[in-house]
């Protein structure tokens, strides 16, 4: 019997390559835009344009930049896109009234700020394009394959620049920056830099090292889900997830954070807590245990110096709180926070261009209405999505690095920066976007990777 060739102009050949080509593209977004947009988007200046491979290769890539990596994302899903999905009126009411609010406040700005808040208004459309690419488009996607292999690829660059600034890489470019000349290294010489090169808390692809934190806690959990669900062999398994692993847990230790420190024990012991029996509660106590040691041991003279950060940041919130208090209705314009510090600190206050809490960033930049609508959009969903992920570990893994963005924005400022945001946005946008009828209809043939069946989050 004559076996019947698929036609390659019916609609289910066309649906299959639209799939596979829109898995493709969020996987290679997602393996690039961690790494070339680690940048605040504030610091757009900062960044010069490539002149080179080398540059393309190993440097940031200008904010301008991040306008085609939005192209990209909204192509991948728009080619595998149903528009089906619905989350809550009130959640997608309180991420759209945030952003207009936002545009809103833009208007109040002086024309000094204009800079600040056209870069700020870009960062936030970008979250917008994100978070529907991940409702309408991801979450149609039946193999995620390509999405998991673009984490863990993006992630490995993450955690190899870092482990080579530990091992020399930090060294090399003190002493490269020694031997340039006087004319370039004033060009350089940025607080920024100088603390960057002065410090041996490694910072990866990122700005800073909080910032290199906030991206491993995000990408982990999701590219370990993908190891792990992968299964050609047992031993290779284990062996590129734990290399994975320790590789991260060693980059975040250098980093020096204490928020993502603690942050990510608190993610170690959520996971811990879906592990069936008793021996759930021994491996808690021990995990907390040994990390509170490690970050007492770790940080005991950052503390007994005085918590200088610490200081620091209850400076800039005081601030914010005072602008919130001076222009409640609109604030001052997106992205302005710096310029009205500058003005209002101590002179004593060390000088910061983020306030260091995105959710208070809100109220002074865009007043109380933007604080109140960003903080129900951002809490409302980790605290409603977490019940639809306790029994899929794909979605758990999704819901772990957003909880560590949200949780993380009460001290550092991730929403400015496009390669934390919007793999954020578009990771939440994908756990709103799934659904029971969804997994059983269009995920159900998978291949290798098994995604569980779990009831809609909302």
Request: with cysteine.
């Amino acid at each position: 019997m004559t076996r019947r060739l698929p036609n390659p102009s019916s609609p289910v050949t066309r649906a299959g390559a639209r799939q596979r080509m829109g898995g493709i593209l969020f996987g290679l977004w997602l393996a690039i835009v961690p790494v070339k947009f680690g940048n605040p988007v504030i610091f757009a200046a900062m960044l010069g344009t490539p002149q080179d491979f080398s540059e393309m290769l190993f440097a940031a890539w200008p904010v301008a930049w991040g306008g085609i990596a939005l192209c990209v994302v909204a192509l991948a899903a728009g080619l595998i896109s149903k528009w089906s999905a619905r989350p809550p009126i009130w959640i997608g009411g309180a991420l759209l009234g945030w952003f207009a609010w936002t545009i809103l406040s833009s208007f109040r700005g002086e024309a000094a700020a204009l800079p600040l808040i056209h870069l700020t208004l870009f960062q936030f459309t970008g979250c917008i394009v994100c978070f529907a690419a991940g409702l309408f488009g991801l979450s149609e996607l039946r193999d995620w394959r390509p999405v998991w292999i673009g984490v863990a690829l993006g992630l490995a660059v993450i955690v190899g620049t870092a482990l080579d600034q530990h091992f020399g890489g930090l060294e090399a470019t003190r002493q490269w920056f020694l031997e340039q000349p006087a004319a370039l290294r004033t060009g350089l010489d940025t607080p920024e830099f100088r603390q960057k090169m002065l410090s041996d808390r490694v910072f990866g692809t990122f700005l800073y090292p909080n910032a290199l934190a906030g991206g491993l806690l995000l990408l982990l959990p999701v590219a370990l889900t993908g190891i792990w669900q992968w299964r050609p062999s047992s031993l290779l398994r284990w062996g590129l997830g734990g290399v994975l692993a320790v590789g991260s847990l060693a980059a975040l230790y250098w980093s020096r954070s204490k928020s993502g420190w603690l942050i990510g024990l608190v993610m170690a012991a959520l996971a811990l807590w879906r592990v069936p029996g008793k021996l759930k509660f021994t491996l808690l106590i021990g995990l907390m245990g040994l990390g509170i040691a490690v970050f007492v041991g770790s940080h005991r003279s950052y503390f007994e110096k005085g918590a200088s950060s610490l200081s620091a940041r209850l400076d800039y919130w005081r601030a914010a709180a005072e602008m919130i208090g001076r222009r409640p209705l609109l604030g001052y314009g997106p992205g302005t926070f710096q310029l009205q510090y500058a003005a209002i600190k101590p002179p004593e206050a060390e000088m910061a261009k983020l306030a260091h809490n995105d959710y208070l960033q809100q109220g002074c930049d865009s007043g109380l209405p933007a604080l109140l609508a960003y903080s129900a959009f951002i809490l409302g969903s980790i605290g409603l999505l977490y019940r639809g992920s306790r029994r899929s570990s794909l979605r758990f893994s999704l819901w772990l690095g957003a909880f560590a963005f949200a949780t993380q924005g009460l001290t550092e400022f991730g929403l400015y920066i496009p390669g934390l945001a919007w793999p954020f946005f578009l990771f939440l946008g994908w756990l709103w976007g799934s659904s029971d009828a969804q997994d059983t209809a269009g995920r159900a043939s998978l291949g290798p990777i098994q995604i569980d069946k779990v009831s809609p989050a909302s």
